[in-house]
Every structure is written in C-alpha cells, then in structure tokens.
C-alpha cells in the first residue's frame, strides 16, 4: 500500500549557486538545522544516506510538439532542425512570428493545442502528464514522491532551448514529515543544473563527483536514450542503474531497438514501463497454473493484443516476454496502418508450429495518463480440443470485443485486469530503486522482440 500523503517541509527553497560551491552551501543547509530548534517547532534535520538519483529532464516544448503531432523526432532537449521544424509549423498555423524559436507566445498556443488534444481540462501543473513531463525546476515534484519513501540527493539535469548561457545551479533540500513522531527528519537535498544540452555536456565530467560516494547511484533518463549523447555515455558508466520509460518514446520501435542495443553494450537497464506490465504477466502466468492448462500451453498459436493507440511499446513487450517464456523464435512482422494501428507478427514454437500474433492500436476517446495501456487480450488456439483459450482484458468492452472477434476455439478463461494502482513514474521509480543491477526477465524479452522489429526493416 502506498504511504499516505505527507507534508513536505522545505529546509532550503532553491537558491542560485555557483557550480563550485554546490557542495559547500549542502553543507551550510545541514551545519544550521543539524540542532534543535531553539523553539522547538521542528526536530533536528539530517541529509539523507540512501542513494543518489540522476534526473534527465528536457522542458517541454518537444513533448507538447509530440503529443499534438508536430514532431516526430527524439526527446532530447535540443533545438535542431527537426524541432526548428515543427515550432515553424506550429507558428504557420496560428499565424505567429515564423521564428523557429519557442517564443513565450509559442509556447502558450501549444500548451493550448495539447489541452485540447487530450482532453486534460484547465492549465495546470498535470500538464504533459500523460508523457511523463511533471517535473518543474522550482516545485519538488519529484522529491515529493521519493521523499515519502526513500530520501537521497537528487541532481536534476535540465536541457533548455535558447542561447548558451552556461550553466545556472540551484541546490534545495525538503523533509518529508511523516505523521509517526520523530526525533530527526530525514531530508531530500537537490541540485538543479540548467542550461543547453551543450552547455550541460561541457560541465558533465564534474557531475560524478556529486554524486554520494559508496551509494547506489541511479540515472533517470526521462528523454530519447542515445548512445551517442556524450553526456548519456558518461553517466551511464558510473551509475548502477539506468532507468528509462517506454510510454515516453516517440518512435516506440526504434527506439526499444536502441534499449537493445544499450544492453548489449552493458548498460543495466530498466525500463518504467516493463513494471506496468507485471498485473498482466501475473494473470497469464495464473491461468495456466492448473495442470492441464499448463499442458495446453503448447498450443497456442493464435494471441490478440489490444492497447491504446499511440504507442505500442507495453504490447511489445509483453508479446516478447510472452514469446521468450514460450521460446518461440521470430518468423515474420509486418505493420498496417489507419484508424487501428495494426502490426501481426509471426513466430515458429518448439514443436515447429506457426504462431500468429496482432496487436491493435485501438484509438480511444480520452487518452490516459499512461499512452499505450494495454486495452485487453486474447490467447487461443486453432485446435479446437485444445484447452488454452484465455481472455484477460482491463474493461468490460475489452473483452466483449475480444470475444465477438474469437477465432476457431472461443476463450475459455475470462479475468478481469487490477491496473497498478498507482501507474505515475514517480510512484514507480521509488519502487524501481529498491534494487539495481541488470533485470534479466526484462532483458531476455527486449531480445526477442527487437529481434523481432529487425524482421520488419
């Protein structure tokens, strides 16, 4: 069960500091609330021990210009042509200056194009939430989150657009006050670096040294991950974990090829959205528990997967886990694109049989937090004798389609999905760093289905 909300204390608001004096203002914070308070208001502050945790965070232009279909290039912070692109598009449309340039009145009109899109209702700070943008520089939104349950140093790396400046630094702390009684509140101290991504790139070789010594050090890569980044290659040689999530990418395949990729060089790698996955794996997993259905696994051949159309990386992944655990090895894949995205994939199984899969973007009337929720599916066999049939779906309508749209054996097992109950990337970070290293049931399925999507170039 998730800890109950609490109150955030803030020890030290943001404050703008030279990059070489970073660690010494930390350490002023702790030297002046190490004691008492003289009137006794508050307990004794303490800087937390537990881990350091990187955070990628491009603004938001390039997301909102995503969402609402101007651009279809990386997240990544940085202002080239493809973005230039795209806000010229933007500005035709509304009639704006065509400078190229994220102007003040550029962004408001996209950040209205996006409201409108998604249906999200008045401006506010939920705004791009549904791509993952809810960090802002100067609210501990990120911290709120991790505090509550794990506090640590956070170093906040946020790529603008605009002239290079330099880098700006601000450093912060806040004590999440838990409702049980405590001698010492145990305080989140972050660090802010903003400027270009080129700028942030030049300082990226004093970034490991704030990182805590002898402590978990984990990256949070909320952008297109790119191995050619310098700043990406350098960070992810020094921290334990490199964190990503998928509902975020632009480019779903290529860039779950790139993950592969990275893995294969060494990254540890985790992804966010592989977690969301876990409910789904635990019903299938369910349902063939019984002995004879776990005998009728064989033969299956026939698998329907049906998600919320945008992106198709949670059905990718879990038809690549459900093919790595099944071993059956990649024969054919193929896309179809209109009002359903469709991609049908074929694999051959031990026993040499042919095995079919499709997977339906399913366009939906208000997209979710999360893009690319998996909707429901369906698990059959084209032998009728056989036992398999499953439908497993996140709503009624989902298996009622499921079911009208059977095949030769109709599904014999219906269940109804739980949804995590919490499916913010916040809430599922301050899961994923409880542990680190290499995730092998995450890595094993990536494999079979780039190995899968490479069919299809």
Known sequence: ???????????????????????????????????????GGLPAATRATTF????????ETQYLLAATGFYNGPIDGILGPQTQTALLALQKKHNLPETGIGTPETLTVLREEYFKKQRSGAMGDNHGAAMGYTFSPTSPTIAD?????????????????????????????YCPIQKQSSNTLICCEYITL????????????????????????????????????????????????????????????EDLLTLENLIETGVPLADLNWRRLSAWQELTAEAYDPPARRAALKDIDRITIDYEKGNSAQALLYLGWLASRLEWQPLGYKKES????????????????????ELAGVPVADIGEIVG????????????????GTVICSETGGCMRMETHGGAQSAGLFQQITSLSEQKPE????????????EALFEESLAVIAKTIKLGN
């Open 194 to 253: 903003t400027g270009t991504a080129a700028a942030l790139e030049r300082i990226g070789g004093m970034i490991p040294a704030l990182l805590i010594g002898g402590l978990p050090k984990f990256l949070w890569w909320k952008a297109t991950p790119d191995s050619h980044n310098p700043l990406f290659k350098r960070l992810a040689a020094v921290c334990n974990n490199v964190i990503v999530d998928s509902c975020n990418f632009n480019a779903p395949e």
């Open 427 to 438: 809430v599922l970070l301050s899961q994923q760093v409880q542990r680190w290293g290499r």
């Open 52 to 59: 350091t945790l990187v955070v990628y965070e491009p603004e």
């Open 1 to 39: 069960m998730a800890p109950q909300a609490s109150t955030i204390f803030s020890l030290q608001a943001p404050k703008d500091v030279s990059l070489t004096e970073i660690e010494a203002e930390l350490n002023q914070i702790w030297q002046s609330y190490g004691i008492q308070g003289d009137d």
């Open 145 to 173: 989150e991790i505090a509550l349950r794990n506090p640590c140093r956070i170093i906040a790396l946020c790529p603008i657009a605009g002239e290079d400046e330099g880098v700006k630094a601000q450093v912060s702390a």
């Open 338 to 357: 209109g009002d359903y995205d469709i991609t049908k994939i074929a694999f051959l199984s031990k026993d040499q049989r042919q095995v079919e899969a």
């Open 373 to 388: 929720d998996l909707i429901a599916l369906r698990l059959t066999s084209t032998n009728t004798q056989a036992n398999c």
